[in-house]
């Protein structure tokens, strides 16, 4: 079972990944207007994986700014190939992952670092959607989420599809919102069948997105 408390940073890591929390959290809040709701629904502390909707390159800044903890992501390994980028994510505790997907080198890292306490962040449909809308949600994240035994916090975002969709070169400067909501706790992800989880994991994002949905039009 995971630890109870999250693994202490050193020092250094923790005031970069902070110094970058707040840039993304001022860019954020001036450039999209983002807000976040929901966010007391992710554990203060010890493992979880947040489960994510991929509408943009900016997904993973923009769900992972908001909690006042440390995140972790999951990162393509050719992305630590660039110095300064490649620089920037390592320090931020990415996972390298390989262009297939994650391999057993990246479950075994993100396993590593759910086990320490850390909060993971992923997102299950596997690859940005080209319309907007959540796409049927790959199977990954359930082993993880068993053998770690973590529960799985559904979160939901609008807004970066239309700021900066798949295939788009600059971003437009669109209204954000993003939505945490319950977990499905370590205990229900032990007990139901594989096809149950993805169902009510999608049925969760899917209220999220609809919350987002509602939070941006007003």
Known sequence: MADSKVARKPLGKYAFYAFFRYLFRLAGLLLFKYHCIGRHHLPKEGAAIICANHQSHLDPPLVGMAPSRHCIYLARKSLFNNPLFGFIIANLDAIPLNRDGMGIEGIKATLRKLKAG??????PEGTRTKTGALQPLKSGFI??????K??????????????LPKGGKLPRFERIRCV?????????VA??????????????MQSCITQAEISRAD
């Open 118 to 123: 850390d909060a993971v962040v992923m997102f």
């Open 143 to 148: 082993t993880l989420a068993r053998r770690s």
């Open 150 to 163: 973590v529960p799985l916090v559904p979160c939901g975002s609008v807004g970066a599809y239309d700021c």
């Open 180 to 188: 945490y909501g319950p977990p499905i706790s370590a205990e229900q």
């Open 191 to 204: 007990e139901m069948e594989d096809d149950k989880l993805i169902e009510l994991l999608a049925e969760r």
